[in-house]
T-cell receptor, first 115, second 115 residues
Framework: EAGVAQSPRYKIIEKRQSVAFWCNPI?????LYWYQQILGQGPKLLIQ????????DSQLPKDRFSAERLKGVDSTLKIQPAKLEDSAVYLC?????????????FGEGSRLTVL | AQSVSQHNHHVILSEAASLELGCNYS??????LFWYVQYPGQHLQLLLK??????LVKGIKGFEAEFIKSKFSFNLRKPSVQWSDTAEYFC?????????????FGQGTTLQVKP
């Protein structure tokens, strides 16, 4: 079974530039999450989708971050403009449903460095 | 503030030593508890989970965890570690009785096993 695919794996940008990350979930997984993992910390939830609808974006810094999942499959996370503190690994995780007891399948992440 | 705390940031053990990684959470009421592991160069994956019933939970690769409600703890244990257990370990919680799948992670513990 193919896993959660993320790209790019690495990205280096200067502050105030924009960046976009892409996630392709496991086939049939209706629930998709984006997490931010800053070095030395655990992953922190940014946004949760159920199919193509947003379930929870309460921790997404909406002045600079946006995310979409237009057809209920792939998702993109965008940062514009980036700040130094956005340097982190952005993890996409998926599950068959939100009731699926916390077993999330993670991608390998996209590492962002903001200079 | 509600949180998940992992007491040890970096643990170094020799092969065959016993392992115990501490995890405490500050949420009252019902919680679902998890340990995730990230091996070097790989994605986060589920190690074990607890929802209800027997507070001693067994996971993959010989790991187990014990839920002690009175201590708000969910410590991870393994009687004899191997070099291949070198990884980062994350404790995670879903607070509340309704499972939204939104994991709240601790800051992680890096385990280094010396051959």
């Amino acid at each position: 079974e193919a896993g959660v695919a993320q790209s790019p794996r690495y990205k280096i940008i200067e502050k105030r530039q924009s960046v976009a990350f892409w996630c392709n979930p496991i086939s049939g997984h209706a629930t998709l999450y984006w997490y931010q993992q800053i070095l030395g910390q655990g992953p922190k939830l940014l946004i949760q989708f159920q199919n193509n609808g947003v379930v929870d974006d309460s921790q997404l810094p909406k002045d600079r971050f946006s995310a979409e999942r237009l057809k209920g499959v792939d998702s993109t996370l965008k940062i514009q403009p980036a700040k130094l503190e956005d340097s982190a690994v952005y993890l996409c995780a998926t599950a068959t449903s939100p009731e699926n007891t916390g077993e999330l399948f993670f991608g390998e992440g996209s590492r962002l460095t903001v200079l | 503030a509600q949180s998940v705390s992992q007491h040890n940031h970096h643990v170094i053990l020799s092969e065959a030593a016993s392992l115990e990684l501490g995890c405490n959470y500050s949420y009252g009421g019902t919680v679902n508890l998890f340990w995730y592991v990230q091996y070097p160069g790989q994605h986060l994956q589920l190690l074990l989970k607890y929802f209800s019933g027997d507070p001693l939970v067994k996971g993959i690769k010989g790991f187990e965890a014990e839920f002690i409600k009175s201590k708000f703890s969910f410590n991870l244990r393994k009687p004899s570690v191997q070099w291949s257990d070198t990884a980062e370990y994350f404790c995670a919680v879903i607070p509340g009785s309704s499972n939204t799948g939104k994991l709240i992670f601790g800051q992680g513990t890096t385990l280094q096993v010396k051959p």
